[in-house]
């Protein structure tokens, strides 16, 4: 039975969808105003990971994750580029899709766009206001955090400990400086009439009010990067108790940064690395192997060596499955029987709270004997295990045997057994340079 670390409650919980055998997951999306870096791709692989193996388990899987399309960093990219905000965010949603794609990742069954929504925001606004839970001022309208008792629930922060490090100096007109933004009055850049005039929605609103429109229930799982827990996912959360009277999700699923130097990767430091610029140099799978090798829950300190690492450990993994391919196609051998043994043994290490990492050793352990099987059927089983597991993490080559390479390796075993070594080293040659063998 899969069992997940919950972060609302710090405890690793039997999953128990609110659905028989369906499951609704929202994860927080991009802010489109430029090309995604490698952190930013952690949750896209981590969370399209999470789907393929509950559906594997065959669940019903609805994935949203959302396009945050207008912000303060949209509107002041947009007029460095002159263009409009809609150009540029369309722009880098549309190169967002390609990366994921590039990632290995499925696009998300809906992706909703922030300005999609504004009409509900406004309502559900108007909402929080009527309840008492939010108030009205020069500067836009603010959610009063000390109206919920549960506030700090997901962070673990005492509300009353929250005042330090607030900014009061640029929203000296809210009535408590832990109160925070669920609409911004505004008229620089993109913005929307509403009741309390021109502005745009708060970001923590943004998700709320999606979330609510799109499943209408508490959902499943809700997930992001760990930078997300507070306040952005905090106060998701506060809106939605006072507006909806749930969490918003039962299981709340947070993924470790990824740090250079043990710095956090962000534009804000100039340390980001584009995931564009990294698959020009490696195999976005190999890429892909470097995250899954890490429990998604631990940090990951990134750096040259170590991608230069994975990619030899996936030339190895490849190597290795196409040999077998290889061999397998040449004597026409069917793919559809799995180890029993094997898959169970898989279920139950990603049963325990996703342990890729644990996969991957028992991956490893599947490749070593397959280099070593002779029974043409054996192999075929322990091929389509290792596929099979590999397909879920997103990370199985695809192959293309042509007609010249199954003559060729058929040549080189007859060479190899008539001790023609001549023609059998030549053979090898050809197929260990064309990444047969």
């Given at each position: 039975?899969?069992?997940?670390?919950?972060?609302?409650?710090?405890?690793?919980?039997?999953?128990?969808?609110?659905?028989?055998?369906?499951?609704?997951?929202?994860?927080?999306?991009?802010?489109?105003?430029?090309?995604?870096?490698?952190?930013?791709?952690?949750?896209?692989?981590?969370?399209?990971?999470?789907?393929?193996?509950?559906?594997?388990?065959?669940?019903?899987?609805?994935?949203?994750?959302?396009?945050?399309?207008?912000?303060?960093?949209?509107?002041?990219?947009?007029?460095?580029?002159?263009?409009?905000?809609?150009?540029?965010?369309?722009?880098?949603?549309?190169?967002?899709?390609?990366?994921?794609?590039?990632?290995?990742?499925?696009?998300?069954?809906?992706?909703?766009?922030?300005?999609?929504?504004?009409?509900?925001?406004?309502?559900?606004?108007?909402?929080?206001?009527?309840?008492?839970?939010?108030?009205?001022?020069?500067?836009?309208?603010?959610?009063?955090?000390?109206?919920?008792?549960?506030?700090?629930?997901?962070?673990?922060?005492?509300?009353?400990?929250?005042?330090?490090?607030?900014?009061?100096?640029?929203?000296?007109?809210?009535?408590?400086?832990?109160?925070?933004?669920?609409?911004?009055?505004?008229?620089?850049?993109?913005?929307?009439?509403?009741?309390?005039?021109?502005?745009?929605?708060?970001?923590?609103?943004?998700?709320?009010?999606?979330?609510?429109?799109?499943?209408?229930?508490?959902?499943?799982?809700?997930?992001?990067?760990?930078?997300?827990?507070?306040?952005?996912?905090?106060?998701?959360?506060?809106?939605?108790?006072?507006?909806?009277?749930?969490?918003?999700?039962?299981?709340?699923?947070?993924?470790?940064?990824?740090?250079?130097?043990?710095?956090?990767?962000?534009?804000?430091?100039?340390?980001?690395?584009?995931?564009?610029?990294?698959?020009?140099?490696?195999?976005?799978?190999?890429?892909?192997?470097?995250?899954?090798?890490?429990?998604?829950?631990?940090?990951?300190?990134?750096?040259?060596?170590?991608?230069?690492?994975?990619?030899?450990?996936?030339?190895?993994?490849?190597?290795?499955?196409?040999?077998?391919?290889?061999?397998?196609?040449?004597?026409?051998?069917?793919?559809?029987?799995?180890?029993?043994?094997?898959?169970?043994?898989?279920?139950?290490?990603?049963?325990?709270?996703?342990?890729?990492?644990?996969?991957?050793?028992?991956?490893?352990?599947?490749?070593?004997?397959?280099?070593k099987e002779k029974d043409l059927k054996r192999l075929s089983v322990l091929y389509q295990s290792v596929k099979t597991i590999l397909e879920i993490l997103g990370i199985m080559p695809l192959f293309q045997v042509e007609d010249e390479v199954l003559v060729m390796y058929r040549d080189w075993e007859h060479a190899r057994n008539a001790k023609n070594f001549q023609l059998a080293d030549e053979l090898r040659d050809e197929l260990n340079k064309r990444g047969w063998i």
């Amino acid at each position: 039975m899969l069992k997940i670390y919950n972060t609302l409650t710090n405890q690793i919980e039997l999953f128990k969808s609110h659905q028989d055998k369906k499951v609704n997951m929202y994860v927080c999306g991009p802010t489109v105003y430029g090309d995604i870096h490698l952190g930013n791709a952690r949750p896209v692989i981590f969370f399209d990971v999470v789907k393929r193996y509950l559906k594997y388990l065959n669940y019903d899987v609805h994935f949203v994750s959302n396009i945050t399309d207008i912000d303060d960093k949209i509107i002041e990219k947009a007029k460095q580029l002159k263009m409009s905000e809609k150009a540029l965010t369309d722009t880098y949603t549309k190169k967002f899709i390609n990366m994921t794609l590039s990632l290995g990742s499925v696009i998300p069954d809906q992706l909703p766009k922030a300005t999609e929504f504004i009409s509900q925001m406004i309502q559900y606004i108007e909402e929080l206001i009527e309840q008492g839970v939010a108030y009205q001022t020069p500067s836009g309208v603010y959610f009063r955090v000390n109206k919920v008792s549960d506030y700090g629930i997901l962070s673990k922060q005492n509300i009353d400990e929250l005042t330090e490090g607030v900014r009061i100096d640029l929203e000296s007109d809210k009535e408590d400086p832990r109160d925070f933004s669920i609409w911004k009055n505004t008229e620089d850049g993109l913005n929307f009439n509403s009741p309390w005039g021109n502005g745009r929605p708060g970001w923590h609103t943004e998700c709320a009010v999606m979330n609510h429109e799109i499943f209408g229930e508490e959902i499943d799982i809700h997930g992001g990067g760990t930078d997300l827990k507070f306040p952005h996912h905090e106060n998701e959360i506060a809106q939605t108790i006072a507006h909806d009277h749930h969490h918003l999700a039962t299981y709340w699923m947070h993924v470790g940064r990824l740090d250079v130097d043990q710095i956090k990767m962000s534009k804000s430091l100039g340390n980001i690395t584009l995931v564009k610029d990294l698959l020009e140099a490696y195999d976005p799978y190999a890429f892909r192997l470097l995250m899954v090798n890490h429990h998604y829950r631990q940090p990951i300190n990134y750096s040259e060596d170590l991608m230069i690492q994975f990619a030899k450990e996936y030339d190895k993994i490849k190597r290795t499955l196409k040999k077998a391919f290889l061999m397998l196609s040449l004597e026409k051998i069917s793919l559809n029987e799995t180890d029993e043994e094997i898959m169970k043994e898989f279920e139950s290490i990603m049963d325990d709270d996703f342990n890729i990492p644990n996969v991957l050793t028992l991956i490893y352990d599947i490749l070593k004997q397959i280099n070593k099987e002779k029974d043409l059927k054996r192999l075929s089983v322990l091929y389509q295990s290792v596929k099979t597991i590999l397909e879920i993490l997103g990370i199985m080559p695809l192959f293309q045997v042509e007609d010249e390479v199954l003559v060729m390796y058929r040549d080189w075993e007859h060479a190899r057994n008539a001790k023609n070594f001549q023609l059998a080293d030549e053979l090898r040659d050809e197929l260990n340079k064309r990444g047969w063998i």
